[in-house]
Nanobody, 124 residues
Framework: QVQLVESGGGLVQAGGSLRLSCAAS????????MGWFRQASGKEREFVAA????????YYADSVKGRFTISRDYAKNTVPLQIHSLKPEDTAVYYC???WGGGYSIQGDDYNYWGQGTQVTVSS
C-alpha cells in the first residue's frame, strides 16, 4: 500500500521559514518523480515544485522560485521542501505527490499517488 505522509506545516509569520517533509512508503522510491502542490481555500490546486527520480536541482513555479527548495533523501525515502521568506499568499494546504516513470510534471493529473496534505498558514 502506497502512502505519502506530509508533515511540518503550521502557523508562521510572514518572512519566516518552514520545512515540510513527505515520507513515502510502499513504492519503489527511486522510480518516481516527486512533486509538491498546494491548494488555497477557494482556489484550484497549483504546482509548487518537483524533482526527478535522479534528484538534481528541481523545478519550481515562478511564484516560489528562489524561496522554496525541493530535495530528496533516498536513505529515508523522504522529500523535504524548505521554504523561506514566507508570504501570506503562500497560505494553503500543501500536498506531496508521486509520479511513476521518473520525470517530473507540473500537471497534477500526471501524478499517481497523493498525500493527505499539511496546512501552512502565514500571518501578515
Amino acid at each position: 500500500q502506497v502512502q505519502l505522509v506530509e508533515s511540518g506545516g503550521g502557523l508562521v509569520q510572514a518572512g519566516g521559514s518552514l520545512r515540510l517533509s513527505c515520507a513515502a512508503s510502499g513504492l519503489a522510491f527511486r522510480s518516481y518523480a516527486m512533486g509538491w502542490f498546494r491548494q488555497a481555500s477557494g482556489k484550484e490546486r497549483e504546482f509548487v515544485a518537483a524533482i526527478n527520480w535522479s534528484g538534481g536541482s528541481g523545478y519550481y513555479a515562478d511564484s516560489v522560485k528562489g524561496r522554496f527548495t525541493i530535495s530528496r533523501d533516498y536513505a529515508k525515502n523522504t522529500v523535504p521542501l524548505q521554504i523561506h521568506s514566507l508570504k501570506p499568499e503562500d497560505t494553503a494546504v500543501y500536498y506531496c505527490a508521486a509520479r511513476w516513470g521518473g520525470g517530473y510534471s507540473i500537471q497534477g493529473d500526471d501524478y499517481n499517488y497523493w498525500g493527505q496534505g499539511t496546512q501552512v498558514t502565514v500571518s501578515s
